[in-house]
C-alpha cells in the first residue's frame, strides 16, 4: 500500500469519520489518539474505544461484501500524524492480501476487546475510576505523562457534564493521580492513577499485549 499512503496531520478535535457516512480515508495513526464515538438521538455522546499507532480508523465500514457506513464517529484526542489511503484502496488491497486480511483480523479482536471491556465497565465500574481509566489509556497511546486532552472531551467520552468532570478532576487532583490540569493538558502520576482506574485498565493492557505479542 506505501506508495498509496499520504501523510497527514491529525488536529486536535478532527473528525475523521463521522457515523452514518460512507467512509471515505482509512487511517493508520503513527502518534496521537482518536476515540470513537456513540451518539444517542438526545446528542448524548459516549466514547466505546480509543485508538492510536497499534490500530486503524475506517476499517470496520470495509468489512463484509460491501462498504457500509461508519457506525462511530471519531475524533481525535490528541494530536499526532498518520498514514491516509483512499477507503477504496485499502478494500481492494484488503481483497487482495492475506497479511494485511490478517493484521486487520488482529486489529479487530483488539477493538471487540474493548469494546466488551468498555461494556463491562460503564455498567459496573464508578466514573471516578472510569475516567482515571480513559486518561491512563491515553497515557498508554501517547507515552507521555501530559495528556493534550480538554474536560470538554472527557465529558463526551464519559458521557457526563461539563460540571462532573470538573469535580471528578478536582478529587482526582486531591488524591494526587493528577498533578496539573490547565489550558488543555492534564498532567497525570501514572502510579496514583492506576491505584484509582478500575481493574478495567490493566485488563484491556493485557488482553491487547496477549493480542498483538502473539
Ligand atoms: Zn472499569
Given at each position: 500500500?506505501?506508495?498509496e499512503l ?8 478532527a473528525?475523521?469519520?463521522?457515523a ?10 503513527y ?42 464517529t ?21 481483497t ?14 483488539a477493538?471487540?476487546?474493548q ?32 495528556l493534550?486532552?480538554t ?8 458521557g ?11 478529587n ?5 493521580g ?12 501514572r ?9 478495567c ?7 491487547l ?6
Amino acid at each position: 500500500m506505501a506508495p498509496e499512503l499520504a501523510t497527514v496531520a491529525l488536529d486536535q478535535d478532527a473528525v475523521l469519520a463521522q457515523a452514518g457516512d460512507q467512509i471515505e480515508h482509512v487511517f493508520f495513526p503513527y502518534s496521537g489518539a482518536i476515540s470513537l464515538m456513540f451518539e444517542m438521538a438526545n446528542g448524548e455522546t459516549v466514547a466505546s474505544a480509543a485508538v492510536g499507532r497499534e490500530g486503524a480508523v475506517g476499517i470496520l465500514s470495509l468489512l463484509g461484501p460491501s462498504p457500509s457506513a461508519v457506525t462511530a464517529t471519531a475524533v481525535v484526542r490528541a494530536t499526532g500524524t498518520a498514514a491516509r489511503i483512499p477507503a477504496s484502496r485499502f478494500h481492494a488491497a484488503f481483497t487482495r492480501s492475506p497479511a494485511i486480511r490478517n493484521a486487520v483480523q488482529i486489529h479487530l479482536r483488539a477493538l471487540l476487546m474493548q469494546f466488551q471491556i468498555g461494556t463491562a465497565c460503564n455498567a459496573l465500574h464508578p466514573v471516578e475510576a472510569r475516567l482515571a481509566r480513559w486518561l491512563l489509556h491515553f497515557r498508554d497511546h501517547i507515552d507521555h505523562d501530559m495528556l493534550p486532552i480538554t474536560q470538554e472531551a472527557l465529558s463526551q467520552m464519559l458521557g457526563v457534564r461539563r460540571t462532573t468532570v470538573t469535580l471528578l478532576m478536582r478529587n482526582l487532583r486531591a488524591s494526587g493521580g493528577i498533578r496539573a490540569d490547565r489550558r488543555g493538558l492534564i498532567e497525570i502520576d501514572r502510579s496514583r492513577l492506576a491505584a484509582m482506574a478500575c481493574e478495567c485498565h490493566s485488563t484491556l493492557r493485557l488482553e491487547l499485549e496477549e493480542i498483538f505479542l502473539k
